[in-house]
C-alpha cells in the first residue's frame, strides 16, 4: 500500500510540475482527493505559516517593484556587470546572487539575463557560460536570504531561538562559495564563440551580425522619483529580520497561552509571525512614504506570480505532508538508521524531490520536517538546504527558459535528451560545493 501511495504521489508531481503555474498545486489537491478518497488517510493541517510568509514576503517586494526600487536595483547591477565585460562569467553570477539575495526572489534575474547575453556575446564569450551560472545564482541565493520564504520555512521547522540566523551564517557563505564554484566549472565550457559553427553560420545574416554587434547602451528607463527611498525601507525590514531572528530577546513577549502558527505555548512569538507583521508593515510604508497606489502594486509582475506560488505550495505540500504523517512510522523504521549514521545521505532526497516539486519553499516545508522526524541534527539540515534548488534538473523552470530565449547566438539549449542541458553542470557543482561546504561550516560554527 506504501508503494502504491508513493507512486501515486510521485505521478501526481511530475504531471503537475509538467503543466506549470498552479498546475502543481491543483494537482496536488486531486492527489490529496485520492489520498482522503482512496486510501483514507487522515489529511494533515495544510502548510498555512509559507503561504502567509510567502504572501507576506512577496507583497513588500511588489510594493518595491511598484515604487521603482526593483528597477533600480536592475540599473545598478547592469552598470556593475557592463563594467568589466571580460569577466562577465564571474561578475554576472555574483551579481545575480547578492541582488536576488536582498529581494528574496529569484524572478529579478529576468531583468539581468538579456543584459549577460548581450554583453557576453560583444566581447565573443560563449553567452551559455555566464547565463547557465546567472540562472543557478539567482535560485541558491535563497537559501540564505532572510526575505527568502524557503529561509523563514525552514527556521519555522528548526524553531530554536537563533535558527534564522545559523542558517544564514552558514547558507550565505557556502551557497556564495557554491556559486564561485559552479562559475569556474563553467568557464571554458563548449566551444569558444567564434569557433561554434552554428554563430558562424548565423553571423552571415548581415541583420543578425548589426544586432550582435551593435551599441545599444543601457536599457534602464529614468528610476522613479520614490525608488530609493523604497529600497531603504526594504533594507530596514530586512535589517529588522534579521536582528529578530539573531536576538529573540528583541522581540516582544505576548501573553502565555495555547500554541498556534503565529505564537508559542510560552508567548513567544514564531518567525514567521515576526516576518509577516515586519514586511507588511514595510510595504505599508513604502506606499504612504513614497505615495504608490495600491492598484499599481497588484498589478506587478511579482505580485502576480505570488498567486501561483500560493496555489503551488498549497496543494503539493499538503499532499505530501498527508502521505509522509500517514507513513511516518514505516518511514522512520526504514531510513531512521541510516540517516542517524550518514545523515548526508538525505541531502540526496531533498535533491530529488526538489527536482520534481520546482519550489524550494514547497521542498522545504515537504522533506525538512521528515528530516526532523528521522532524528537529523539542525545543523546537518541546515548544511543540506541548498539541495532545495534542484529545479535545474528539469528544464522546465520559467528562470532557464528566461534565459535560453535571451540567448540570441542559440548556445544556451536544451539537450536532445532533455537532462544535457546547459544548466546541468552549473547546477550540480553548485549545489555540491554549498552543501559540503555547509557541512564544513556547520562544523566550525554551530
Known amino acids: ?101 536582498f529581494a528574496g526572489t529569484s524572478h529579478i534575474v529576468y531583468s539581468l539575463l538579456p543584459i549577460v547575453s548581450e554583453v557576453a556575446a560583444k566581447k565573443r564569450i560563449r553567452p551559455e557560460r555566464p547565463l547557465s551560472i546567472t540562472v543557478i545564482a539567482s535560485h541558491v541565493a535563497l537559501t540564505g536570504s532572510p526575505m527568502s520564504a524557503a529561509t523563514a520555512a525552514l527556521a519555522v521547522i528548526l524553531a530554536y531561538p537563533g535558527a534564522a540566523l545559523d542558517i544564514m551564517k552558514i547558507g550565505i ?160 523504521q526504514a531510513l531512521g538508521g541510516m540517516a542517524q549514521a550518514h545523515p548526508w545521505l538525505f541531502t540526496f532526497a531533498v535533491f530529488l524531490m526538489a527536482a520534481l516539486i520546482f519550489s524550494q519553499a514547497a521542498t522545504t516545508k515537504t522533506m525538512m520536517p521528515l528530516g526532523v522526524a528521522l532524528g537529523i541534527a539542525g545543523a546537518h539540515l541546515i548544511a543540506m538546504f541548498p539541495a532545495v534548488n534542484a529545479d535545474f534538473v528539469l528544464p522546465g523552470y520559467p528562470t532557464l527558459l528566461a534565459a535560453i530565449s535571451f540567448d540570441k547566438t542559440g548556445t544556451t539549449h536544451i539537450g536532445k535528451m532533455v537532462l544535457n542541458h546547459s544548466f546541468m553542470r552549473a547546477g550540480l557543482v553548485t549545489i555540491a560545493v554549498a552543501v559540503a561546504m555547509g557541512f564544513l561550516l556547520g562544523h566550525y560554527l554551530l
Open 1 to 101: 500500500m506504501l508503494l502504491l501511495q508513493l507512486l501515486l504521489l510521485l505521478v501526481v508531481i511530475l504531471i503537475g510540475s509538467q503543466m506549470k503555474g498552479i498546475g502543481l498545486g491543483v494537482m496536488g489537491m486531486l492527489g490529496l482527493l485520492v489520498f482522503v478518497g482512496v486510501f483514507h488517510l487522515r489529511p494533515a493541517e495544510p502548510p498555512l505559516d509559507v503561504m502567509l510568509i510567502i504572501l507576506a514576503i512577496v507583497t513588500t517586494g511588489a510594493t518595491m517593484q511598484a515604487a521603482g526600487g526593483l528597477q533600480y536595483l536592475v540599473s545598478l547591477a547592469e552598470r556593475i556587470i557592463r563594467s568589466n565585460p571580460a569577466r562577465v562569467t564571474f561578475i554576472a553570477p555574483i551579481t545575480s546572487f547578492v541582488l536576488c539575495l
Open 173 to 332: 557563505p557556502s551557497c556564495f562559495i557554491g556559486v564561485l564554484a559552479g562559475a569556474f566549472s563553467v568557464r571554458k565550457m563548449g566551444k569558444e564563440l567564434d569557433q561554434d559553427p552554428v554563430f558562424l553560420e548565423k553571423m552571415k545574416d548581415p541583420a543578425f551580425a548589426s544586432a550582435i554587434d551593435q551599441e545599444t547602451g543601457s536599457v534602464s528607463q529614468p528610476v522613479k522619483p520614490g525608488a530609493k527611498t523604497a529600497v531603504l525601507i526594504f533594507c530596514v525590514a530586512i535589517l529588522l529580520v534579521v536582528l529578530c531572528g539573531s536576538f529573540p530577546s528583541l522581540v516582544p513577549r505576548v501573553p502565555a497561552g495555547k500554541a498556534g502558527l503565529q505564537v508559542s505555548a510560552d508567548g513567544r512569538l514564531t518567525m514567521g509571525c515576526i516576518i509577516e507583521i515586519i514586511t507588511l508593515s514595510a510595504a505599508a510604508i513604502i506606499m504612504l512614504v513614497t505615495r504608490t497606489k495600491a492598484t499599481d502594486v497588484v498589478q506587478t509582475s511579482m505580485f502576480t506570480a505570488m498567486a501561483s506560488a500560493v496555489v503551488s505550495v498549497f496543494g503539493v505540500v499538503w499532499m505530501s505532508a498527508t502521505f509522509i504523517a500517514a507513513n511516518e512510522a514505516v518511514i522512520r
